[in-house]
Nanobody, 122 residues
């Protein structure tokens, strides 16, 4: 399983960023996939996750209404559109996958990418 993130960077508060993750080695119907983030000294946090077996994606309450997770099954790409960014969204963002998992990513998934830094300046 390989997950390769791209699209991070520096953005001003109120701005937007889109992250992409190229995923290989999984069958999307059998995995939950999503985005996590982590800041130094804190536990990794599930941000936006989805499963083929559940109707609606899960969003952490802090990002609901601002972030949108989507998947292009034909290209095996998972995307996270982030808008109205806040300084507290600053973190390393990880693409993740979990065999047989569910979208309520309160728990750690099994596979992670290398991460991409998103920094929101005030």
């Amino acid at each position: 399983v390989q997950l390769v993130e791209s699209g991070g960077g520096l953005v001003q508060a109120g701005g937007s960023v889109t992250l992409s993750c190229e995923i290989s080695g999984i069958t999307f119907d059998l995995y939950a996939i999503g985005w996590f983030r982590q800041v130094p000294g804190k536990a990794r946090q599930g941000v936006a996750c989805r499963s083929a077996h559940e109707d609606a994606p899960y969003y952490h309450p802090s990002v609901k209404g601002r972030f949108t997770v989507s998947v292009d099954n034909a290209k095996n790409i998972l995307t996270l559109q982030m808008k109205d960014l806040k300084p507290e969204d600053t973190a390393v963002y990880y693409c993740a996958a979990d065999y047989g998992g569910h979208s309520r990513c309160y728990y750690d998934y099994y596979y992670y990418g290398q991460g991409t830094q998103v920094t929101v300046s005030s």
